[in-house]
């Protein structure tokens, strides 16, 4: 979706653009050209960076969560181990 229509920037590169370690607003706007013209796309273009960024925190979350899950599942494993040893 075009979200910038002076410089014709997507949605997409201002992710892309996240993705590439571009962080806030201004460091978007200077890496796709958002902004460059009448302003008019700028709280459009924040709100895009706030749902991605919203997106990536949930996915991060949710592989940490799995990441001690299975931790969790080795650590048990180890002590049962130890246990049947002993």
Same mark, same amino acid.
Request: charged share 15%.
């Given at each position: 979706?075009?979200?910038?229509?002076?410089?014709?920037?997507?949605?997409? !590169?201002?992710?892309?653009?996240?993705?590439?370690?571009?962080?806030?607003?201004?460091?978007?706007?200077?890496?796709?050209?958002?902004?460059?013209?009448?302003? !008019?796309?700028?709280?459009?273009?924040?709100?895009?960076?706030?749902?991605?960024?919203?997106?990536?925190?949930?996915?991060?979350?949710?592989?940490?969560?799995?990441?001690?899950? !299975?931790?969790?599942?080795? !650590?048990?494993?180890?002590?049962?181990?130890?246990?049947?040893?002993?």
């Amino acid at each position: 979706m075009i979200l910038c229509h002076c410089a014709i920037v997507t949605d997409r !590169q201002v992710t892309n653009a996240m993705d590439d370690g571009q962080v806030g607003l201004g460091a978007i706007c200077r890496a796709t050209g958002a902004g460059s013209g009448c302003g !008019q796309c700028v709280p459009s273009v924040r709100s895009v960076m706030r749902r991605y960024a919203l997106a990536r925190a949930a996915v991060l979350a949710e592989s940490a969560v799995t990441s001690l899950a !299975q931790f969790a599942t080795s !650590q048990a494993a180890l002590e049962g181990d130890s246990h049947a040893a002993a």
